[in-house]
């Protein structure tokens, strides 16, 4: 039985222009896929309650800081692993991606627990209202605490696309966004 085999990607051998069609629109589609759901949620929001698209708003640097490092992290991460690969040395391509867990744990960790302290000064300093500073707090510290899936997300994205594995990490993020979409629905 004659199978189609799959064309690996040969960053040394083939042309530019092709490589980036095979790698950018399951990119373009992830972040698209977040940006709308940003956008959806602060609809939905908005709708329930001006107070708590207010709080939103607040706390949006902080996520923004979040994903700036996490996201940084992970391209160091796959820069790091494509040199690696890019030498044949698929031992220490390995060995960066490990620590790219660590990496993933400490930052999340990190921010969890200065979040945690320091989320009532920050709600206190960004509004008056007691009922918007309460919001902020409670959301701050749900968004801090729960970040763990952002930052591993960041990491295991840019190591698969390290070595050239560009749907997976698309298919993944789309199944998260879809389950938080429909929480209550059981995988048959």
Request: glycine share 6%.
């Amino acid at each position: 039985m004659d199978r189609v085999k799959k064309k690996e990607l040969d960053f040394g051998n083939d042309k530019i222009f092709s490589i980036l069609l095979r790698l950018a629109p399951p990119v373009m589609l992830a972040q698209l896929i977040q940006a709308l759901y940003n956008i959806i949620d602060s609809f939905f929001i908005g709708n329930y309650s001006e107070s708590g698209l207010t709080a939103l708003s607040i706390i949006y640097p902080i996520q923004l800081l979040m994903i700036a490092l996490a996201v940084g992290t992970g391209v160091g991460i796959n820069t790091l692993m494509a040199h690696f690969l890019g030498v044949d040395n698929k031992e220490k391509s390995d060995e960066t991606a490990g620590v790219g867990n660590f990496l993933a744990f400490a930052m999340w960790f990190v921010f969890a627990l200065i979040c945690w302290f320091i989320m009532p000064f920050y709600a206190q300093i960004s509004t008056n209202s007691q009922e918007i500073i309460d919001e902020v707090i409670v959301y701050g510290r749900i968004v801090c605490v729960f970040s763990f899936g952002l930052f591993f997300e960041s990491i295991w994205t840019k190591v698969m696309q390290a070595t050239g594995n560009m749907k997976i990490p698309m298919i993944a993020q789309k199944a998260a966004k879809d389950r938080r979409k429909y929480p209550n629905t059981k995988n048959t």
